[in-house]
């Protein structure tokens, strides 16, 4: 699977599952809408990182490390309330975002070999 497809899902995950939490609460808090906020930024960038470009990748790339440490909180949160439902929303986000940073980090490393491979 390429960087941007990954990417890609990671974005409707976000958006999705932060949705869910927020309309499917009885107390609704802003806070359970970052994450849609973070998908929605992610998901401009798409077109960016399918080019290969660098800046916006980096940007992605940066993006999607904060949610993935910010997404912590939350699961503490959520499994020091004993919310099932809320535990895996966030875990779903948590490992859909770590993929996303590992085909990110991939993606880099075969950039530079290929520039290295070149540039030889």
Not at 15 to 37: E, K, N, Q, V
Not at 39 to 59: E, R, S, W
Not at 79 to 99: G, K, W
Request: charged share 20%.
């Amino acid at each position: 699977m390429k960087a941007h497809t990954i990417s890609l899902v990671n974005s409707v995950i976000l958006i999705a599952m932060s949705a869910w939490g927020y309309f499917g609460s009885d107390t609704r808090s802003f806070t359970a809408l970052i994450p849609l906020f973070f998908g929605v930024v992610l998901l401009l960038c798409y077109q960016g990182v399918k080019t290969q470009n660098k800046v916006i990748a980096h940007v992605a790339v940066l993006l999607t490390l904060v949610v993935l440490v910010a997404l912590f909180k939350p699961l503490k949160g959520a499994i020091d309330r004993s919310d099932t439902e809320a535990t895996i929303r966030v875990s779903v986000m948590i490992v859909a975002s770590a993929l996303s940073m590992v085909y990110f980090i991939k993606s880099f490393i075969d950039a530079r070999k290929e520039r290295e491979k070149s540039d030889a």
